[in-house]
């Protein structure tokens, strides 16, 4: 097991949850949000969805999977 590789895993989990929790009780907070959504309508929030609440889940679920297999991180 390689704990700094978990590490950053679980950090990047946390990241995209607290995206999605902010995404439902606080908008305003995503600075991010409203320029795309002007810019390329729903489409904008569904690239700002995925951008920062799946890839980095999915990104901390992978590498927590190599990280407790012993993969290093870099």
Do not use: C, Q, W
């Not at 609440?53 to 012993?70: F, N, Q």
């Amino acid at each position: 097991m390689n704990p700094v590789t978990v590490t950053v895993g679980a950090a990047a989990i946390l990241f995209g949850l607290y995206m999605s929790f902010l995404r439902i009780t606080n908008p305003a907070k995503l600075g991010k949000l409203e320029p795309m959504k002007e810019r390329f309508g729903t489409a904008g929030a569904a690239i700002h969805f995925i951008a920062y609440s799946v890839v980095p889940v999915a990104y901390g679920i992978v590498t927590i999977l190599g990280g407790l297999k012993g993969d290093p991180l870099f």
